[in-house]
């Protein structure tokens, strides 16, 4: 598995899970290498869940992640990888994979915090059975927007847009986390679908995955003569724009920016390319 994952979307080494992660959640039973080491698995069991982050932190970069959720019935958990600076006015990028019963597809819903402020979620259906093997999951950050990708097709992208007003992720440097949880009261058709705790071990899996970012940095340091400040990252290409309109005309579940009951007006960005 690991092999044929290398050759589909590996073009440089896979980092080593314990130089760069450390365990935060579930230790020391519930968070597991295996496959020499080159796999990571989070564990979720009726004692506890589990969870990882990365020891250094990034501003801007790239990072790539491989991850196979959980098989079978997932209804209820919530596999959740995400980016945080863990301030008071925190910014933040997450994925959260909400798992279904067998057969129904998961949603993978994302969010941005910038300065503190979240609530911009998208849902989204993917276009392949998320736990039936690995796929990658990369965020593309810079001075101009953050993309969020999967196998390498855009499925979000959150622009910097001060100009208008709206504070963007550019000072604050992010941690790395993952976890796996119990998100049954509200993570599968709104909470209807409890997890079914018979059918645990619940196990997610993260494999190849390539960290190449400005560590700790701060601000310009971060941006200046860094290749993904080059003037390719700091737009979408043609056929990325196309990729990430068929993404929402076809898997788009929920977006924020038009939900009217939730915001009569929208948020600033949602108006802006
Ligand atoms: C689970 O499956 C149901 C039925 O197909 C679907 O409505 C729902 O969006 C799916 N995903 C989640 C996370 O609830």
Known sequence: MILSLTTSYCSTAAGI??????????APNNVKLVNDGQVMQLILDNSTASGFA???????????????????NSAGTVTAYYFSSETSNHDEVDFEFLGNVTGEPYILQTNVFSNGVGGREQRIYLWFDPAADFHMYSVLWNEQH?????DGIPIRRFANNEAAGVPYLRMQAMRIFSSLWDGETWA??????KIDWGQAPFIAEYGAYKVDACE???GEACAEGKWWNEGTYQSLDETQQGQLSWVQRFFLVYDYCTDSSRYPVPLTECSLP
């Open 216 to 218: 700790g940095g701060a």
């Open 54 to 72: 990365s020891k250094k932190t990034y501003l801007f970069g790239s990072i790539d992640m491989q991850i196979k959720l959980v098989p079978g």
């Open 188 to 193: 599968t058709r709104g909470g209807l679908d």
């Open 17 to 26: 899970f314990t130089d760069d992660f450390y365990v935060t959640w579930g």
């Open 146 to 150: 953050v993309i969020l990708s999967v």
